[in-house]
């Protein structure tokens, strides 16, 4: 990647494995500063997910959006209370 930048920051390990491998489904380049420091020392610092300057928009909405799952468990919610 030329110019990275920065898009998330991570304490939990988990957490950023779960964004990035997120991104990379749909096809957008990432790098996960600060991985190999983290499982040397956990609590080293916060795990940093980024992506090319170009991918950047594109990260940030897929990022953002809270996905089909999230979806359908409130959809699941709502028809429970219902009944």
Do not use: K
């Amino acid at each position: 990647m030329s110019d990275v930048v920065t898009i998330a920051r991570f304490n939990e390990p988990l957490e950023a494995d779960m964004a990035r491998l997120r991104l990379q489904s749909a096809g957008i380049e990432t790098f996960l500063s600060g991985e190999n420091g983290a499982i040397l020392e956990p609590g080293l610092g916060p795990l940093q997910l980024q992506v090319s300057a170009e991918d950047e928009a594109d990260a940030r909405v897929i990022l953002a959006d809270p996905g089909i799952a999230d979806s359908a468990a409130d959809t699941a919610s709502s028809v429970d209370r219902q009944s």
